[in-house]
Structure formats: structure tokens, C-alpha cells
């Protein structure tokens, strides 16, 4: 079962009687890119805008005391809009904070500490991104699991549901979208240490979090969960505040690790793929092919005459073609498809489920593209062409047909440039 909130709209509204304060918090949030910024200073024009203009807003950001509001009544109507709302205030006490958490807010942050603000923006920022996040929620009491997602929906979560852990473990493989798992202990059939240390034999740590929780926690029961695989344990009843710092830390995380791992694959100039990478995930479709059957093609293509590139603009004109084709090459292969920078001016890709006929229109396709290209520099006309080499037979792995198709690229070169260089149908 899924329940998914990252339909929201990119809109966010300020209400805020303060134009000092309005004024730095669009200018911070509006630097979010895809965010658009809407401002009000009062509680009629704030209903204005919200009515207008519902379906985009993904959070209000709302001053506790307005002209027109003085006593927080912006909150529940902005509330009772289906908008989420982060609440700024000089100041509460214990019973105040208790009523705006009962209510259903995000978060409340003190607007009197100019640091602060610092908070909002990345608040702001974490709902934003979760649009994208997945975060299933297994617990076999309906009210608990109820209550867990109606927590997460407020920070914009996407949200799915299992009752047990077999219709989670079913839930994992089949949406690959989903960082994070909130499991409770307590359930039939398989408990909660089960289910983590069943979730492990297939997703590591640093790809998936998992936070275990129990009404019955203890040192051991903690200590279970996190050797059977959890990031994390939380004891019920908690506090709402504790519950999001938690899963955001975890969250985060997850992306941090991610954010690195793709950093190590990636070339810095292109963002394209790099040779690490082309060698890892390109042998597992290499073994994918060998495995099935299917087609694998390997193209190697160098741009022509670079040198002059080089020499007539200097190495950032030669940086700005490089990007270029880069981009180019990105447009027109599919997203299964490894596209990587192989060398200096030298590309990379390997497609997979290619025949010898797919293949060479691929092929023709991104050499016809790359001459197609209109670039300028300092207002002069940049000709590009490149000539490709084509490995389609899978032999001894793909260094082999990485060496193959070196081979061809060289005829290629030298038979004229601007042309493809194809294996022969196997004898």
C-alpha cells in the first residue's frame, strides 16, 4: 500500500508582519532551486493566497502573531487548508508548544536567535527533498502504523505501508525508491529482528536505513535490533520532535553516503560516469548479458581533431565542448545505458539488450548527433565530428571488448574520421 505525498507543488508561503524578517528568509529560501517564494504579512492576505493557490504549496512558514492574528490563529486555518505549517515564535512555553505540536505542525523555531534561521532554510530544504524520499512503515497495529504516517506526511515524506514482514520484504523489492524502513519488534509471524536481519541479506546499511521501535524497549531489546542491522532505535511513546530529528539524521545520512559514492564514480568536469565506475557496473551488465543472453555493445568514440580545439581556444574552450558532448551523449542514450568519460576527449558506452541492428543505429546516432552539434565560442563556430569503434560480440569480458573496440576506433581514425567501425557478424 502506498500513500504518497510528493505530489506537492514547488510554491512556499511567509507569513510574516516583519519585512526585515520576511525579507531574509525569501531571499535564503528562494536560493532552494525549484522553490518559488510567496510573502504575506497578515492573516487575510495569507487566507488570499492559500485559496488561490493550494495545489502548489508544499509549507507555510507562519509568525505566531500577526495584526489580524494575534493569538496564533493562522496556524489551524492554514492547517485546515491541508498545508503544513513551520511556526516561528519569540517565545513559548511548555502548555503553548504542546498545543501547536497537538495541532499538527512541523516544527516551531525561535525567531529571536538570528541562527535560527539557518534552521528554517534547512527545514525547509529536508521537506522539499523528501518529495523524492520513500519511507515504509511496518507495524501489524493499524492506529500505530496510522500515526507514524500521519507524523511523516507533515514533513512531505513519500509514504508506504506494510503489516507484517512479509508484505515488507514483498514492498522493498519491488519499489526501489524507499531509504528508509520504520520497524516495529512486536508482530506476528516475523518479529522485528527478524525482519531487519532478513532486510540486511540484501540491502547494506549505508543504502537503507532501518530504525527498530518497541513500546517494551530495553538495553538488550536495543542492542538486538542494532546488531541485526538497525541504524537506529526508538522507544514508544516518544517525542514528536526526537521522532523527526531522528529520521531526518537518518535520512540525511543515507544521501550523504550516497552524495560521496557518486562523487568517487563520477569525472568532475563532464559528470559523466568515470573508468572506476564503467569498470564495475559495466562488467555486472558484461556478466547480465552472459547470464541471459541478451546483447551488449560497447562504443568507444574519440572527437576529431581535438587538439585544435584546444590550441585555437584554450583549455576552457576545450572544457566547455567537452561538457557539451557530454550532455549530448546523455540526451540521447537510455537511462540504463552507461555513459562515461573514458580518457581525455575520449567516451564511453555501453548499452545493453543491443543486436548487431540496434547497435549500429545507436551508434550512428550519437556519431551523426556529435557532428550535428552547434557550438560557438568567443562567437566563432566550433565543427565537431568524432569517430567510434564498436565491440558486440561479448567474449572474455569487458576489457576484451573494451580492447576491441579501441581496435576499431583506431580504423576508424585512420581510414578518414567521422565514421563508425563495427565488429562482423560472427562466422
Keep these: 500500500m502506498a500513500n504518497d505525498v510528493g505530489k506537492r507543488g514547488h510554491t512556499l508561503l511567509i507569513v510574516e508582519d516583519s519585512r526585515s524578517v520576511a525579507g531574509l528568509l525569501a531571499d535564503r529560501i528562494g536560493l532552494i532551486n525549484g522553490v518559488t517564494v510567496l510573502v504575506a504579512g497578515t492573516l487575510e ?8 493557490r493550494k495545489d502548489e504549496l508544499f509549507l507555510a512558514v507562519l509568525d505566531l502573531n500577526l495584526p489580524d492574528a494575534p ?13 503544513p ?14 498545543g501547536l505540536m497537538d495541532m499538527g505542525i512541523v516544527d516551531y523555531v525561535n525567531k529571536t536567535n538570528p541562527s535560527e534561521i539557518e534552521h528554517v532554510v534547512r527545514t525547509v530544504e529536508r521537506i522539499y527533498r523528501n518529495r523524492h524520499v520513500s519511507v515504509l512503515v511496518v507495524d501489524d497495529s493499524n492506529s500505530a502504523r496510522a500515526y507514524l504516517m500521519e507524523l511523516l506526511r507533515r514533513y512531505g515524506y513519500r509514504l508506504r505501508e506494510a503489516r507484517d514482514g512479509v508484505s515488507a520484504l514483498a514492498q522493498l523489492a ?16 516475523m518479529d522485528g529482528v527478524t525482519l531487519i536481519g532478513r532486510i540486511r541479506q540484501r540491502y547494506c546499511r549505508s543504502h537503507l536505513c532501518i530504525i527498530g521501535m ?6 538488550m531489546l536495543s542492542a538486538r535490533l542494532l546488531k541485526a542491522g538497525a541504524n537506529d532505535f526508538i522507544n514508544r511513546p516518544f517525542l514528536e520532535e526526537e521522532f523527526f530529528v531522528r529520521v531526518n539524521q537518518n535520512v540525511e545520512l543515507i544521501e550523504l553516503i550516497r552524495s560521496m559514492e557518486e562523487s568517487a564514480n563520477r569525472d568532475p568536469l563532464t559528470g559523466l560516469y568515470n573508468r572506476r565506475y564503467l569498470a564495475d557496473a559495466g562488467g555486472m551488465l558484461f556478466d547480465a548479458a552472459t547470464r541471459t543472453g541478451h546483447g551488449l555493445a560497447v562504443i568507444l568514440m574519440d572527437l576529431d581533431h581535438f587538439k585544435s580545439v584546444n ?15 557530454a550532455h549530448h551523449l546523455t540526451d540521447i542514450t537510455r537511462s540504463s545505458d552507461i ?21 549500429r543505429v545507436l551508434a550512428e546516432k550519437l556519431r551523426a548527433g556529435i557532428a550535428g552539434l552547434c557550438l560557438t565560442i568567443k562567437g566563432q563556430a566550433v565543427p565537431l565530428s568524432a569517430s567510434l569503434g564498436m565491440a558486440v560480440h ?14 576499431l576506433l583506431y580504423e576508424a581514425k585512420s581510414s578518414g574520421r567521422d565514421q563508425v567501425r563495427m565488429e562482423q557478424e560472427n562466422p
Design 45 to 52: 492576505e495569507a487566507q488570499q493566497m492559500v485559496l488561490a
Design 71 to 83: 493569538d496564533g490563529e493562522v496556524v489551524p486555518w492554514v492547517l485546515s487548508q491541508g498545508v
Design 85 to 98: 505549517a513551520l511556526v516561528l515564535t519569540a517565545g513559548l512555553d511548555d502548555n503553548e508548544r504542546d
Design 174 to 189: 519491488q519499489h526501489e525508491d524507499i531509504r528508509l524502513v520504520l520497524c516495529d519488534q512486536n508482530m506476528p509471524g
Design 214 to 219: 518497541s513500546h517494551y524497549g530495553s538495553g
Design 311 to 325: 590550441d585555437r581556444f584554450g583549455h576552457f574552450g576545450g572544457d566547455e565542448v567537452l561538457r557539451k558532448v
Design 339 to 359: 555513459v562515461a568519460r573514458y580518457g581525455g576527449e575520449e567516451f564511453c558506452v555501453v548499452a545493453q539488450d543491443m543486436d548487431n541492428r540496434k547497435a
Design 394 to 407: 561479448l567474449g572474455s569480458g569487458l576489457e576484451d571488448m573494451l580492447t576491441r573496440a579501441d581496435r
